[in-house]
């Protein structure tokens, strides 16, 4: 199992941003997703999940109507499309597989994207 | 709006039991799970379903829940057991998913 996030950087605030987050190593089609932040310095904050048919999002209350979490099953990805991004949201940026078996918790992560928002 | 609450930072000497807790409503009726983050790392599943450990965990860690507390316990704490670890679960209607903020792991 691999999950590759990349399209992270430095945006000014109110600017937008789209990550990616190409996985392997698994039948992607069939599990949910996360995507979970880090503040730096400080602890993990759940963002967002979609099931694994794409049709249930579910955003923390920080960032809805901001990001929008998606995916594209021909291509095993994963995305989050940020906008009016605020300084807050400068953070390390993890996608990580649902374990499944009715579980929602993440088991494989990523290594992170680094978001900065900074005039 | 719904939250886990752990102490921020526990310490032990290298043997000793570690013990971190994890508090929150729903935990009466949401699974805990537990994650450990070294330093520049991806956080990493050391306890699922409150009490299971996922393969490859040493047998010092293990779970436990009881009413709206879950407690991770390491023990025989190791120097390689410094970490960040992160309790995690869902609110009552599972609406909503979070992690508690965190404890800082010292043994020295």
């Known amino acids: 199992v691999q999950l590759l996030e990349s399209g992270g950087g430095v945006v000014q605030p109110g600017g937008s941003l789209r990550l990616s987050c190409v996985t392997s190593g698994f039948n992607f089609s069939t599990y949910a997703m996360h995507w979970v932040r880090q503040a730096p310095g400080k602890g993990l904050k759940w963002v967002s999940i979609i099931s694994s048919d794409g049709l249930n999002e579910y955003y923390a209350d920080s960032v809805k109507g901001r990001f929008t979490i998606s995916r594209d099953q021909s291509k095993d990805t994963l995305y989050l499309e940020m906008s009016s991004l605020k300084t807050d949201d400068t953070a390390m940026y993890y996608c990580?597989?649902?374990?499944?078996?009715?579980?929602?918790?993440?088991?494989?992560w990523g290594q992170g994207t680094l978001v900065i928002v900074s005039s | 709006s719904y939250e886990l609450t752990q102490p921020p930072s526990v310490s032990v000497s290298p043997g000793q039991t570690a013990t971190v807790t994890c508090s929150g409503d729903a935990l009466t009726r949401k699974y805990a799970y537990w994650y450990q983050q070294k330093s520049g790392q991806a956080p990493v599943l050391v306890i699922y379903e409150d009490t299971k450990r996922p393969s490859g965990i040493p047998e010092r860690f293990s779970g436990s829940s009881s009413g709206t507390v879950a407690t991770l316990t390491i023990n025989g704490a190791q120097m390689e057991d410094e970490a960040d670890y992160y309790c995690y679960s869902t609110n009552s209607d599972s609406s909503s998913w979070m992690f508690g903020g965190g404890t800082k792991l010292t043994v020295l």
């Open positions: 990580a597989r649902v374990s499944g078996g009715g579980s929602s918790n993440p088991d494989y």
